[in-house]
């Protein structure tokens, strides 16, 4: 069974660089018709998806977070990262990575990290 496990802090200051990382077992992130994405939730607000990274390594972001986000990925560590610049207090939000299937999208999520943004 696929597990995902998001790492990172949980506590950033303004400005500066949100980064997570999301550890896959189970299954690798290279496997062929998968794709790996980041999606957060603020308190009190719905799932929002930031990017994707496809099995093939190629990425897609949301258009409103695309000049403060990168996805990449360690292939030999099965993990893909998220990073997020330039952030806010409105970035504070359960960060969730998740794989997607050509048949079934969002099959398989993370616990969920709680980021929060502070001086």
């Known amino acids: 069974q696929v597990q995902l496990q998001e790492s990172g802090p949980g506590l950033v200051k303004p400005s500066q660089t949100l980064s997570l990382t999301c550890t896959v077992s189970g299954g690798s992130i290279t496997t062929n018709g998968y794709a790996w994405s980041w999606i957060r939730q603020p308190p009190g607000k719905g799932l929002e998806w930031m990017g994707v990274i496809a099995y093939d390594g190629s990425t897609y972001y949301s258009a409103s977070l695309k000049s403060r986000t990168s996805i990449s990925r360690d292939t030999s560590k099965n993990q893909f990262s998220l990073q997020l610049s330039s952030v806010t207090p409105e970035d504070t939000a359960v960060y969730y990575c998740?794989?997607?299937?050509?048949?079934?999208?969002?099959?398989?999520w993370g616990q969920g990290t709680q980021v929060t943004v502070s001086s």
């Open positions: 998740t794989r997607s299937g050509e048949i079934q999208p969002y099959d398989y």
